[in-house]
C-alpha cells in the first residue's frame, strides 16, 4: 500500500504541475498498484478505517487526474476507462461524469455521451441536485429546459 501512495501523490502532483509524460507514468504505474480495498477481508476491523479512506481517496484522485493526463495526450479511449472505472466506484461524482460527456460529444461519440448523461442525471436526481453542465438534458426543448 506504501508503493501505491508514493506513486498516487507524485503522479497527482506531476500532473497537478503540469508535467505530463511523468504524471501518465505515475498515475498508470499508481492504477496497476492499487489492488483493492485495504483489508477487505476485514471489514470490522476498525484500525485499517483511516487508511482505507486515504488508499479509496488517492485512487479515485489517481483515475481522475489519469483521465485528465489521457485527455490531454488525446488518448479519448484511455481518458474514457479511466473516468468509467471511477464512476463505477463513486457514480457520483458529477464532475467527472460531465467532463467524460464532454469529451465523448467532442469526440463525435454521441450515443456514448447520451448514455453516460442519462446515468449522470439519474445519480444527481437519487440526491436532488438538478443535473448542470454544457448540457442541460439529453433532449432539451429550443428553450433549454426538460419538459
Same mark, same amino acid.
Given at each position: 500500500?506504501?508503493?501505491?501512495?508514493?506513486?498516487?501523490? &507524485?503522479?497527482?502532483?506531476?500532473?497537478?504541475?503540469?508535467?505530463?509524460? *511523468?504524471?501518465?507514468?505515475?498515475?498508470?504505474?499508481?492504477?496497476?498498484?492499487?489492488?483493492?480495498?485495504?483489508?477487505?477481508? *476485514?471489514?470490522?476491523?476498525?484500525?485499517?478505517?483511516?487508511? %482505507?479512506?486515504?488508499?479509496?481517496?488517492?485512487?479515485? &484522485?489517481?483515475?481522475?487526474?489519469?483521465?485528465? !493526463?489521457?485527455? +490531454?495526450?488525446?488518448?479519448?479511449?484511455?481518458?474514457?476507462?479511466?473516468?468509467?472505472?471511477?464512476? +463505477?466506484?463513486?457514480?457520483?461524482?458529477?464532475?467527472?461524469?460531465?467532463?467524460? !460527456?464532454? *469529451?465523448?460529444?467532442? +469526440?463525435? %461519440?454521441?450515443?456514448? &455521451?447520451?448514455?453516460?448523461?442519462?446515468?449522470?442525471?439519474?445519480?444527481?436526481?437519487?440526491?436532488?441536485?438538478?443535473?448542470?453542465?454544457?448540457?442541460?438534458?439529453?433532449?432539451?426543448?429550443?428553450?433549454?429546459? %426538460?419538459?
Amino acid at each position: 500500500m506504501d508503493a501505491f501512495l508514493q506513486l498516487a501523490y &507524485a503522479g497527482t502532483a506531476a500532473a497537478r504541475d503540469g508535467r505530463r509524460d *511523468e504524471a501518465r507514468v505515475l498515475l498508470s504505474a499508481a492504477d496497476t498498484a492499487y489492488t483493492g480495498e485495504v483489508l477487505a477481508d *476485514e471489514p470490522d476491523f476498525d484500525e485499517a478505517g483511516p487508511l %482505507r479512506a486515504e488508499a479509496r481517496r488517492a485512487h479515485l &484522485a489517481v483515475m481522475r487526474a489519469l483521465g485528465g !493526463v489521457h485527455v +490531454a495526450a488525446g488518448d479519448l479511449d484511455s481518458a474514457a476507462c479511466a473516468w468509467s472505472r471511477l464512476l +463505477a466506484d463513486d457514480p457520483y461524482d458529477g464532475d467527472v461524469a460531465l467532463r467524460l !460527456v464532454t *469529451e465523448l460529444t467532442a +469526440a463525435g %461519440r454521441h450515443g456514448e &455521451a447520451a448514455r453516460q448523461r442519462r446515468r449522470y442525471e439519474v445519480r444527481m436526481r437519487e440526491f436532488g441536485i438538478p443535473a448542470c453542465g454544457p448540457y442541460q438534458s439529453i433532449h432539451p426543448s429550443s428553450d433549454g429546459l %426538460r419538459r
